[in-house]
């Protein structure tokens, strides 16, 4: 340890100041007295180089060692909180995996301090360092934290009768730890894992599993802490191969608020994957998490529920949560502005229950292969399960519903045209509101009848008018395997940027998609799309051909017919294709396409630009078929002619890759 030694102040110069004082013939008796200066350290930095629990002989000055000479943990913690100095770090010296077995409760940090157990030789990810509480019952912490910019990093904590660190401090990190089971990774549980009390602590990259209570609860008197627990293991092993549950919530957030939850795996636990109770703040983020499940999704991990909230704007985003004895996502009773969006929520019990008197939410989620409903609005105070009926009167008042008993659409009709869908129905709900109706497509109906919603569709949104009625029509392409589809409503404000606080009503009634053989025709040129009745033609799409010299400059253009729909398409022209308009003699299909195009097929033809005259010359393309909304289907053509002035520009009926007139001798014009 270097230690600034105690130093005078007085410097040459002013000794030579006050000896003049004292030569002077008319000097005056000084009284001085001698000051002995603090001992000061910058910096605190001790290395632990024995497995021994005995204290520091000394405390503040400035060696840590016990009466053996050795530097333990204990010591280390003693010494730096006598120092009092403003940074301090603890390392490791000790032989390869170890156990530091405690025979009481170790002194309160009280003084920034980074504790690194990462420091020990050989460490590669995996805990080498264990503190074992085990020996001294159930009055103590592992590590407990009451300074600020404290880190506690690498150790196994096990056996402790209270948390296995808490933290009261501000900006505490604690990272790559084992709160919970043991340098073999077999459960020595600590009645709970970590507790902070503090602001701003990030808890990273930890094992917290095996404990007999919640593996981390966050819990704040000023209910506003924005801490951060992310990429945590909580109630499995390190692998993410088995189970070791903590005994009551994965994560418990009880007068928290403004905390962010994420990437975190939970799974296993005996309580709640996620709780939030009121006493916070709210507005905590869970947000890509894996509850329930892994990364791979291969992993059943339920915990007894999900995700549980009792409070106030609170979101859950992105994650996956799959697997529970209940609820994948229940929001209490009283709960008002949660938002649940973008998640997986399947194999649970029921996917999303909403309490009375509760307002959340619910949004473009997969929500399927759930045991019972896929979202239940709980009916009256004792939590009444199973489809709400839709509510003639619509006016809020009896039954007591989740989500303000928001009724769900009707769809009337539902048809799948090869990949596209249409869905036309109807709803009666609240009066002069506006409706933000979300469509989802599954492979299966529920068994209830009443839809889950494996893959969101897209919206569309509906006004209803005074006697709360409207109804809509939503057309959707390209939509994955389907063959039923269900919709809901949310009540919101400006529904294109809906409100945490606006409720979403449950799954409509299941309609299996009526297959619809129909033909779509679709013309390409170019392999790009020209629209029917499209009268501007360009070169990218060929339906302007370009400039070639008058009587002999042939330019030659080939188009696709494709047949997009599930029906067979059928070209009922004879012939195919027609040309018409101004100048159409100038024009002449020379390839005529097949009659007849399967579903998913296509037949091409060709036209030839033989221009009669000099300047811009235009024509039509008319193609009879029997798609009922595109007959017949048309476009313009152009073409450009020039006049050949000299055997120079003689252009022999040969184009270049832009279609303008080629002399291969020459040149273009």
């Not at 499209?534 to 009587?551: E, I, K, N, Q, R």
Request: charged share 15%.
């Amino acid at each position: 340890m270097t230690r600034t030694p105690v130093r005078n102040t007085r410097s040459r110069a002013n000794r030579g100041t006050f000896n003049s004082i004292l030569r002077s013939k008319h000097h005056r008796k000084v009284n001085f007295s001698v000051e002995t200066l603090e001992k000061r350290c910058l910096l605190a930095a001790f290395t632990v180089d024995s497995v021994g629990d005995k204290s520091d002989i000394s405390p503040g000055d400035g060696f840590a060692q016990t009466e053996d000479g050795e530097t333990t943990l204990r010591a280390a913690i003693e010494e730096i909180n006598a120092l009092q100095q403003s940074s301090n770090s603890i390392s490791f010296a000790l032989s390869g995996s170890t156990v530091i077995a405690l025979n009481s409760a170790l002194d309160n940090i009280t003084q920034p301090l980074d504790l690194d157990a990462t420091t020990q030789p050989g460490f590669s990810g995996t805990p080498l360092i264990e503190l074992n509480g085990s020996a001294i019952g159930d009055i103590a912490n592992g590590i407990s934290v009451e300074s600020d910019g404290t880190s506690v990093r690498g150790f196994a904590i096990v056996g402790f009768g209270f948390r296995g660190i808490v933290t009261t401090g501000a900006a505490t990190e604690i990272s790559e730890n084992w709160i919970g089971i043991d340098l073999n990774g077999v459960a020595n549980a600590n009645n709970g894992g970590i507790l902070l009390r503090g602001l701003e602590a990030v808890v990273a990259n930890n094992v917290v599993s095996g404990n007999t209570n919640d593996g981390i609860s966050l819990s704040n008197a000023d209910a506003v802490s924005m801490n951060r627990i992310e990429d945590n293991i909580i109630g499995l092993d390190a692998e993410l191969t088995t189970t070791i549950g903590n005994g009551d919530d994965g994560i418990s957030s009880n007068g928290s608020g403004l905390d962010v939850i994420q990437r975190n795996v939970i799974g296993g636990n005996a309580g709640r994957g996620i709780f939030v109770a009121f006493d916070g703040a709210g507005e905590i983020e869970i947000r890509d998490n894996f509850i329930g499940t892994d990364p791979t999704g291969a992993v059943a991990a339920g915990n007894r529920r999900g995700v549980e909230i009792f409070g106030f704007s609170n979101s859950v985003e992105g994650n996956v949560i799959a697997h529970h004895e209940e609820e994948g996502v229940l929001i209490g009773e009283g709960s008002t502005g949660n938002l649940i969006i973008n998640n997986e929520i399947r194999n649970n019990r029921i996917g999303v229950a909403i309490q009375p008197d509760s307002n959340s939410f619910i949004s473009e989620n997969a929500i399927y292969d759930n045991i019972n409903l896929g979202i239940d609005l709980l009916e009256t105070f004792s939590f009444i399960e199973g489809v709400t009926p839709n509510d003639e009167d619509v006016d809020g008042s009896f039954p007591v519903v989740g989500n303000q008993g928001v009724n769900y659409p009707q769809i009337g009709q539902a048809s799948r045209n090869g990949a596209a869908i249409s869905v036309a129905g109807s709803l009666n709900s609240f009066a002069d509101s506006t409706f933000r109706l979300e469509f989802f497509g599954n492979e299966v109906a529920d068994a209830s009848g009443f839809g889950e919603g494996k893959h969101f569709l897209g919206y569309t949104d509906v006004s209803t008018d005074s006697f709360g009625d409207a109804t809509f029509t939503a057309s959707f392409a390209d939509v994955p395997a389907a063959n039923f589809v269900t919709v809901t409503s949310t009540r919101a404000a400006n529904p294109d940027s809906p409100d945490n606080d606006d409720p979403t009503s449950e799954f409509s009634a299941v309609v299996a998609l009526e297959v619809v053989v129909e033909p779509e025709i679709d013309v390409q040129g170019n392999g790009t799309s020209i629209v029917d009745g499209d009268t501007t033609p360009s070169l990218t799409d060929h339906t302007d051909f370009g400039s070639t010299a008058v009587s002999g400059g042939l330019l030659s253009r080939t188009f696709t017919v494709a047949n997009t729909g599930s029906g067979t398409l059928n070209l009922t022209g004879v012939p195919q294709v027609t040309v018409g308009g101004a100048n159409s003699g100038d024009f002449t299909v020379t390839i005529q396409p097949s009659a007849s195009i399967g579903a998913s097929g296509s037949t091409t033809f060709t036209v030839q630009f033989d221009p009669s005259a000099a300047g811009l010359r235009t024509a039509t393309l008319s193609i009879a078929n029997d798609d009922s909304d595109e007959n017949p289907y048309d476009f313009a053509i152009q073409g450009t002619g020039t006049s050949a002035t000299s055997n120079k520009r003689d252009t022999i009926g040969v184009v270049d890759q832009s279609g303008n007139p080629f002399n291969p001798i020459f040149g273009s014009p």
